[in-house]
DNA sequence: ATAAAATTGTTGCATTTGCAACAGATTTCA
DNA sequence: TGAAATCTGTTGCAAATGCAACAATTTTAT
């Protein structure tokens, strides 16, 4: 992960009453935005999480995307001409940071410290966002489930550098990450466990090779 | 699509002796780089194609990447702990850009204006990657091969504004960037036309519905 | 504290997909 | 231009996955 800007000390830092980027407050289950109009918006979750949905044409909801603190998101990194309705909704008290990025290397009146900060981290927000895509990607494109699990356990295990760690979902959410049907999910996770490959104790998995 | 730089122009520009950026070119089948060391290198295809391969501890290649001209890819954007051996080959004569993110803000020497460009087109090229890779995780994350085929189809529609267009890939290329069986492909269109829904010639399509 | 909601764990069965294998068509390259 | 390589099209069969359904457990909200 490159590192990330300092946040807690940007809204300190944020008391001019900077135009060019606003933040909002959510509770849970409100909605955060739309991605309907072709406004270039870009949000960044502050504090909180917040979920991206698409409800296709039958109603059908689908999460596409999860979004946690430091996290980017926003209708311009979707491609126009795909004719879903999606929007953002708090899953718990979130703190969100609005701007638009036709706007915002446009000067700040009052100069402000945190308008200044972002543009100069903004790069490294979008590289952190790529990193992030590619990692589903790589999992999403593993042919079956077990290839899947394994390398995100490989993933995990790496980086914590320990051959315990627990999964930093739910099992319901992990399924829908790996886009897989979570029954199947879980009796691949039981074999795994009967053939001996892993130990689980809830979302705390323990590498046995 | 955000717009491009003008590459050509920033070519016919780019005399002075920039030590930040190189460009390179290739022939059909040389390797172009590897991700083994963490240099934080990011590349720019000016021209040509080339494939992201990743060959596994099986010694089974996969391309997970194609990039063509405008495209960017690089170490930086790959996750560190997945143990694999990413190397990028050039599939025909390729022009490729070569810059290291960390040094890229130092200035340059000369100041060349090739250098202060891709600085000021830097934002708008990271968020093309993000708008191409969620695409793709948008087709990915379909649960069956006949909603991926109809979602690509709806988008190439749309884009072209037309109900018929052009796959731009051939069918064995289209397998790979689904992460799919091609002979299940295959039997999926065959299908999708005998029941009516498109007319194929070739990789022309033709939405019936 | 308790009711409601969400998650986990499991199974049988239907469906989809992958795999292997091959022939024919098309493209590439020397 | 002719040989080699790649791509297309197809099939039978095995394996993996999705779907549906339900009970048990855990978490959340009032």
Chains 1, 2 share one sequence.
């Not at 918006?41 to 979004?67: A, M, P, W």
């Not at 402000?112 to 990193?131: P, Y």
Request: contains cysteine.
């Amino acid at each position: 992960m490159v590192t990330n800007f300092d946040k807690k000390n940007f809204i300190k830092n944020f008391k001019a009453n900077c135009k060019k980027i606003q933040v909002k407050n959510f509770i849970k289950g409100e909605t955060v935005t739309t991605y309907i109009e072709k406004r270039n918006q870009i949000c960044i979750v502050l504090s909180g999480e917040v979920d991206l949905i698409r409800y296709d044409f039958n109603g059908n909801k689908t999460i596409i995307g999860h979004f946690v603190e430091n996290d980017i998101f926003g209708e311009v990194f979707y491609p126009a001409n795909t004719n879903n309705e999606l929007f953002v909704t708090a899953i718990k008290k979130s703190e969100i940071l609005f701007f638009t990025y036709d706007t915002l290397f446009e000067k700040c009146e009052y100069e402000c410290a945190f308008h200044k900060e972002l543009i100069n981290n903004l790069s490294e927000l979008f590289i952190d966002e790529i990193i992030g895509l590619n990692l589903r990607i790589e999992l999403l494109t593993k042919r079956s489930i077990r290839e899947k699990l394994l390398s995100y356990f490989e993933i995990l295990s790496k980086s914590s550098m320990n051959k315990v760690f627990t999964i930093p979902y739910t099992y319901t959410d992990l399924a829908d990450y790996f886009s897989v049907d979570r029954s199947s999910l879980m009796r691949e996770i039981k074999m795994l466990t009967d053939e001996g490959f892993i130990k689980k104790e809830g979302t705390k998995i323990t590498l046995l090779y």
